[in-house]
């Protein structure tokens, strides 16, 4: 016999219970301190747990009934809404878990006492706080039940010993915040307790399921119980269970092949559609932008003087979670979102019914977040909760597809009327979502928005101690206060990023089938790659997207850029991740200026107004301009440098005196050197197998550049007035002096516009921390992003290899018979209790254990690759700079002038005259020595004939 301890409602204390006990079964742990959750001796290795063809249910025993009542049930957090559920109200083969099928296994509902009739008004989802409860009100405790989850504790319970594994949150209970801004700090990840681990591994269960008349698998799966240990709401089942969809369709033909989506089941109205596009991206920068969706949609529901946004906000707002490619996916994500409820192990499958499984859809309303921290955020810390679409793709097919699968297989269903697209790893700021639903609510006719992308500073501003980080940082912020604050105003703007951007969704839609902004978005995931300028051009797909929106026949939609959102991203911060995205983004971006501006004449068939048309068209003129400068950007930049070195050094006081000539010689030297090795390394080399070179090409740049600096602020100083008379009449010497005109006016001129527009924008921070950085590193923007890219204007990839073999290791789903004209299938999965809360306790274990750093390892063949291209580098350059630096030597005239002055030369000599008596010399001699070779060889020969 082994003991259990049975709780008793009349006395609040346990009560010794004997049952029969295998031998096999090991004795439970006893323990003295009341409520604690330790003896696990109840769950019994019996085939009445096992789901034995009951359909939609977790198990059956008929003991059950007969051992336990359910007069004292428990109830949700809200006093108000005790269950008095009888033993006669359950039915066999009815789901054990007390809130499945919450109506029928209830006989009254939301009543306190036998007295009290709740309000029909009463609606519990709008309770965000815990009411008061009586001293001596008693909570029974289920975990003593055979086959039962326990509920969420009750405030009561919050300070018992029942929760030992999690005592610094129980024991520092403090009643929920209001509803209000989501506070920083965090509750710690609860410890995983350990005593289901023995049941992890058991095998799984096979249950009898039907599937939808389009046979489609659509399974309810049941949330572990320490997910709601922190939850709100419990009484819905969108947090109850863990709804999967096996897709076995393309995204187009999702919404037809009979596939739903719980907000439209729900009947809700989806007025923002979030789509959160990862790859292989950490935990940590999950974490960090699911936090920050969950901040954003805490203050919309918090906003108190709009009518349209209120407590129950969160209904309206939809978070989809798209990851490219099953295997792809980082580890540590699929734990943190098995924490949250949103995904669960072992119940995805490879095949349906002989159809391939495309895509994994999990949908869950979650009522708690994880930070990057690893802590819990949940409803005391002000979220509300947020209802989320994990689409887990079962191929790598590349972010496009991720975003096909967003706007056709979900969008459709839901019907979305703003979309806000976000990659992993991008954090926007509370507010932003409010700020661009608000610029669409504004404008009608407003299609597109996007807000400023900011640089991830690190703690202390530490990331811009890098300089790559801080010219970055410089350039993001220029572009946005100038170039987007232009474009805006035009009403066209040439690009919305990816990272953060929004769209309305009806604009977005296809004038007929095939043609319209959707089509042309998506028309590069299925070219063939034969025409490389197409293949270039939907490089920078969102470009065209912009394009074909402004242009879309018989509209009038404009883009527009809200300054006031704000989301943060990580740059690049090393040499050759930043090559490497430059090299997509100025290929894209040339080609779709080219296919703008050839596809100009489409803005005329639209209902914009005449002026709106004569602005497009200014900008159309302006972009001609700019892709001009951009073609001839390598050439003027050196010409820039050169006039600049020749003029400073006629000044009637060089800087460099008589070394003038031999250092501007020298910089011009390196600067085409620099130029040459770029080329070579550009030629089918991959960035990070010539990280030196580049590197080396940046350092010389530089140089470069700070020469031109020093130059520029030299022409300043030596030009300016110095006497009383010369500054009266200033202006006519700013005006009539040609080379202060046109270099020092110009120049401080360029320098007065960035520093007036960010004082007006009131954010000149960067000016101070990243001018500088940006002036040094100017020449490599302008140098090797250009040269690299369209070196490798061949390469139309995205730097991901697509798995098209998939790993066949999760098991498929076959029919065996018909139910009421519907397939019913045997599907093998945790559906017992005990194995789903160990499945969770093992990933609290997992969270928990911090990964050891793995540097990211390239394949064999890709290394072997990358030897050879580097060696064949390596080569060229060794042979080509030996030559060029003889070459340098021998046409130097600081050389000669050393030669002469060491006597070594005559006055009237000059060094051609020696080195070209040495060179013809050494030829005659070596062809001298080659005929006497030759005469050797016959005469050899002759006399050998002569003796055979």
């Known amino acids: 016999m082994s003991n259990s301890r049975r709780y008793s409602p009349l006395n609040m204390q346990y009560s010794d219970h004997r049952r029969s006990r295998s031998s096999s079964q090991p004795r439970s742990h006893r323990s003295t301190s009341p409520l604690r959750f330790n003896d696990y001796d109840y769950v019994i290795d019996d085939d009445a747990y096992i789901n034995n063809n009951i359909n939609r249910s977790y198990g059956d025993d008929s003991n059950y009934l007969n051992d336990y009542t359910m007069t004292n049930l428990p109830y949700t957090t809200n006093s108000h809404y005790r269950q008095h559920s009888r033993r006669s109200s359950l039915k066999k083969g009815q789901p054990l878990y007390p809130y499945n099928n919450y109506n029928e296994m209830t006989e009254e509902k939301?009543?306190?006492?036998?007295?009290?009739?709740?309000?029909?008004?009463?609606?519990?989802?709008?309770?965000?706080?815990?009411?008061?409860?009586?001293?001596?009100?008693?909570?029974?405790?289920?975990?003593?039940?055979?086959?039962?989850?326990?509920?969420?504790?009750?405030?009561?319970?919050?300070?018992?010993?029942y929760y030992h594994d999690n005592n610094y949150y129980y024991n520092n209970y403090q009643p929920p915040l209001p509803m209000g801004s989501p506070v920083d700090e965090g509750i710690p990840m609860p410890q995983p307790t350990g005593v289901y681990r023995k049941y992890l591994y058991r095998k799984k269960t096979t249950k009898n399921i039907l599937l939808s008349p389009e046979g489609n698998l659509i399974v309810n799966c049941s949330v572990p119980q320490r997910a709601l240990q922190y939850a709100l709401h419990k009484n819905s089942e969108e947090f109850l269970s863990l709804r999967y969809t096996a897709a076995t369709c393309d995204p187009d033909d999702f919404p037809i092949s009979g596939y739903d989506l719980?907000?439209?089941?729900?009947?809700?109205?989806?007025?923002?559609?979030?789509?959160?596009?990862?790859?292989?991206?950490?935990?940590?920068?999950?974490?960090?932008?699911?936090?920050?969706?969950?901040?954003?949609?805490?203050?919309?529901?918090?906003?108190?003087?709009?009518?349209?946004?209120?407590?129950?906000?969160?209904k309206k707002i939809v978070v989809c979670i798209v990851s490219d490619g099953r295997t792809k996916i980082h580890p540590r994500v699929l734990t943190t979102l098995g924490i949250m409820g949103i995904y669960q192990d072992g119940i995805m499958k490879n095949a349906v019914n002989g159809k391939e499984v495309t895509a994994h859809i999990f949908e869950y309303t979650t009522q708690i977040g994880v930070d990057k921290d690893m802590k819990i955020r949940t409803h005391n810390q002000g979220y509300f909760p947020m209802q989320v679409i994990f689409c887990l793709k079962e191929k790598n097919a590349k972010k496009i597809n991720s975003h096909r699968w967003f706007f056709n297989a979900f969008a459709p269903i839901l019907n979305p009327n703003i979309c806000v697209l976000i990659d992993v790893g991008t954090k926007p700021t509370p507010s932003s979502f409010y700020h661009l639903w608000k610029a669409f609510e504004v404008n009608e006719n407003l299609a597109g928005a996007c807000g400023e992308i900011c640089?991830?500073?690190?703690?202390?501003?530490?990331?811009?101690?890098?300089?790559?980080?801080?010219?970055?940082?410089?350039?993001?912020?220029?572009?946005?206060?100038?170039?987007?604050?232009?474009?805006?105003?035009?009403?066209?703007?040439?690009?919305?990023?990816?990272?953060?951007?929004?769209?309305?969704?009806?604009?977005?839609?296809d004038e007929s089938p095939g043609c319209g902004p959707l089509s042309s978005y998506f028309k590069g995931e299925q070219m063939d790659n034969s025409n490389i300028f197409e293949a270039n051009n939907?490089?920078?797909?969102?470009?065209?997207?912009?394009?074909?929106?402004?242009?879309?026949?018989?509209e009038k939609w404009t883009l527009k850029y809200v300054k006031e959102a704000k989301a943060v991203t990580d740059v690049p911060m090393g040499i050759s991740e930043f090559i490497s995205q430059r090299r997509r983004w100025l290929n894209g971006s040339f080609f779709a200026s080219i296919h703008s501006i050839l596809n100009w004449h489409k803005i005329y068939s639209t209902d914009h107004s005449l002026f709106r048309k004569c602005l497009f068209t200014i900008q159309f003129v302006y972009n001609v301009v700019n892709l001009i400068f951009q073609w001839f950007g390598l050439s003027n930049f050196y010409l820039a440098f050169s006039f600049l070195s020749t003029q400073i050094n006629e000044f009637e006081h060089p800087p460099f005196g008589q070394s003038g000539d031999f250092i501007f010689g020298l910089m011009r030297e390196i600067y085409i050197c620099a130029i040459v090795m770029i080329f070579i390394c550009s030629l089918g080399n991959r960035p990070q197998a010539s990280k030196s070179f580049f590197l080396m090409a940046m350092i010389m740049f530089s140089l470069v550049m700070f020469l031109m600096m020093f130059m520029t602020s030299y022409g300043v100083f030596i030009q300016m007035p110095s006497t009383e008379e010369d500054w009266n009449e200033v202006g006519n010497f700013i005006f009539n002096v040609p080379s202060f005109k046109d270099t020092v006016v110009s120049i401080g001129f360029t320098i007065c516009v960035y520093i007036m527009s960010s004082i007006l924008y009131r954010d000149p921070w960067h000016l101070i921390t990243s001018f500088f950085q940006y002036m040094l590193l100017l020449p490599s923007y302008i140098n090797i992003l250009p040269i690299y890219a369209f070196c490798n204007i061949n390469d139309v990839t995205w730097g991901t290899k697509g798995a098209n073999n998939p790993k066949a290791d999760l098991g498929v789903v076959v029919v065996h018979s018909k139910v009421d004209g519907l397939m019913e299938a045997e599907l093998e999965?945790?559906?017992?209790?005990?194995?789903?809360?160990?499945?969770?306790?093992?990933?609290?274990?997992?969270?928990?254990?911090?990964?050891?750093?793995?540097?990211?390892?390239?394949d064999l063949q890709t290394q072997k690759e990358d030897y050879y291209k580097t060696i064949r580098t390596r080569v060229l350059l060794s042979w080509m700079f030996c030559n060029c630096l003889m070459i340098i030597t021998l046409t130097s005239g600081f050389i000669e002038d050393y030669l002469i002055q060491k006597k070594i030369l005559n006055e009237k000599q000059q060094l051609r005259l020696p080195y070209l008596t040495f060179l013809f010399w050494t030829i005659a001699v070596l062809a001298v020595i080659r005929f006497v070779g030759c005469v050797l060889y016959l005469t050899s020969s002759f006399f050998k004939l002569r003796i055979e």
């Open 262 to 314: 719980r907000p439209a089941m729900y009947g809700r109205r989806t007025e923002i559609f979030i789509v959160l596009t990862m790859y292989n991206e950490s935990d940590e920068l999950f974490c960090r932008s699911m936090i920050a969706v969950m901040k954003n949609i805490a203050y919309l529901c918090n906003l108190h003087d709009n009518k349209f946004w209120d407590k129950e906000g969160w």
């Open 455 to 509: 640089v991830e500073k690190g703690p202390g501003f530490s990331y811009l101690l890098n300089p790559l980080v801080a010219s970055q940082n410089f350039e993001y912020k220029m572009s946005n206060i100038l170039d987007k604050s232009l474009e805006s105003v035009f009403g066209f703007i040439s690009v919305l990023p990816g990272a953060f951007s929004a769209y309305r969704y009806v604009a977005l839609l």
């Open 538 to 554: 939907y490089l920078a797909e969102d470009r065209i997207l912009c394009f074909e929106l402004v242009s879309k026949k018989h």
């Open 110 to 161: 939301y009543i306190d006492n036998e007295d009290d009739v709740p309000d029909d008004s009463y609606n519990p989802t709008h309770q965000y706080s815990y009411p008061p409860r009586d001293a001596d009100e008693t909570v029974m405790d289920l975990t003593d039940i055979p086959m039962i989850s326990y509920p969420s504790p009750s405030p009561s319970h919050y300070r018992s010993s």
């Open 829 to 858: 999965c945790l559906t017992e209790r005990r194995d789903i809360e160990a499945y969770y306790d093992n990933l609290l274990k997992d969270i928990r254990t911090k990964p050891a750093e793995v540097k990211q390892k390239v």
